[in-house]
Nanobody, 128 residues
Framework: QVQLVQSGGGLVQPGGSLRLSCAAS????????VGWFRQAPGKEREGVSC????????YYADSVKGRFTISRDNAKNEVYLQMNNLRPEDTAVYYC?????????????????????WGQGTQVTVSS
């Protein structure tokens, strides 16, 4: 079955860290662009970070630059989002997604409409 399954997330205090995982099955995610998005209540979905391995592009939104890191484990067919120095405004449901190579992830943006496979989403809450 072709799918992305997320794990991680939860409740963390401001300044804390979390790591989100996204496990791909049924396809080799290493041939695809991957992205992380988030959506807070009442707000539009926002592209947080993405990695286009074929184009050698990694993108981070200004709001997370220097705090979040996207990475892959090729052997495990997994993608991660390491989130450090978390802030209350990072509270949202986070989604991983994959896009055909050459789409979705660009130098200055990550276009959600170009991603074809999505994880189930996981809640991240930053609160004291």
């Amino acid at each position: 079955q072709v799918q992305l399954v997320q794990s991680g997330g939860g409740l963390v205090q401001p300044g804390g860290s979390l790591r989100l995982s996204c496990a791909a099955s049924g396809f080799d995610v290493n041939y695809y662009a991957v992205g992380w998005f988030r959506q807070a209540p009442g707000k539009e979905r926002e592209g947080v970070s993405c990695d286009n391995i074929m184009a050698r592009i990694t993108y981070y939104a200004d709001s997370v630059k220097g705090r979040f890191t996207i990475s892959r484990d090729n052997a495990k067919n997994e993608v991660y989002l390491q989130m450090n120095n978390l802030r209350p405004e990072d509270t949202a449901v986070y989604y991983c997604a994959s896009a055909d190579s050459g789409y979705g992830c660009y130098e200055h943006s990550s276009k959600s409409s170009e991603y074809g496979r999505w994880g189930q989403g996981t809640q991240v809450t930053v609160s004291s």
